[in-house]
């Protein structure tokens, strides 16, 4: 049997979006999940505890509010001086339209 809740992909979402929202249910249901607790609040304990596994798995920042998480994946531009060519994820974008290409 599948486990109800799955911690979201940096690598599975829209590449055009740099973040998604886990809600509050989702959240508590993860951490209860993986805990074996039962809690129905959000606490300083789940928040510290969703922001490392979030971290764990790729994610760049996690900000909370009273919905639940926004979480921020990294995005390379193409180009940039920040580039590394060497590590290119699936999630890279280049930041300006090759006049040629369109």
């Known amino acids: 049997m599948p486990r109800p809740f799955s911690f979201p992909d940096p690598e599975d979402r829209p590449k055009s979006r740099e973040s ?3 809600f509050k249910k989702r959240v508590l249901g993860l951490y209860n999940q993986e805990t ?3 809690r129905k609040r959000m606490s ?3 928040e510290t505890w969703f922001e490392t596994k979030a971290r764990s798995l790729g994610w760049r920042d996690c900000r909370f509010s009273d919905e639940g998480c926004t979480l921020t994946a990294e995005i390379k531009v193409v180009g940039s001086p920040q580039d590394d060519s060497k590590s290119k994820g699936s999630n890279v974008r280049p930041l300006f339209k090759d006049a040629k290409t369109g």
Do not use: F, L, N
Request: contains cysteine.
């Open 20 to 22: 998604t929202v886990c």
């Open 36 to 38: 074996g607790a039962d």
């Open 44 to 46: 300083t304990d789940v």
